[in-house]
């Protein structure tokens, strides 16, 4: 698996590594921030990210299939949103988009997550990693349909 990462920053990617054997499992991660990064790095779209911009669901899903794609994985995690405190082009603090591509599958959730900046992030790799867990493995609870674990926030399958 790989990772793309907008608001979370590498975090994603940092959690896994953090487990011992991580590396049977995690290709690499991109830390695309800014948002031209997105395009130069993960490949996303310029008319993805002019027409819906850098917070879209187009723009989570690209990224998973960026990640994906030029990490050589078989699955792929984009995440892009707002840590706030401050509203972006018009989303609140604790938008998150979550894009989960495999070579069969793609998903997308918008979160609604509750928080400061560090909570929010820590939120969003939550439901990133079981939403991973629950596209490998359908019986395992994913983000889609409930509340991220760990959060009081929701998720909307999109």
Sequence with gaps: MATAESLTAGLAAA??????GASVVLRGGLVVYATELKALLAGVDGAVLDEFGPVSP???????VGARDRCGADW?????????????????????????????SSNVVRLRLHGNRWQIR???????????????????????????AGTDGAADAL
């Design 122 to 148: 820590r939120a969003a790799v939550v439901a990133a990693l079981a939403g991973l867990l629950g596209a490998v493995s359908p019986s395992a609870p994913g983000p889609a349909g409930g509340r991220p």
């Design 76 to 104: 792929g995690i984009g995440l892009t949103g707002v840590a706030g405190p401050a509203e972006q082009d018009g989303h609140p603090a604790g938008t998150v988009f979550l894009g989960i591509v495999g070579r069969r």
């Design 15 to 20: 959690t896994i590594a953090g487990v011992p």
């Design 58 to 64: 187009q723009t989570g899903r690209a990224l998973a």
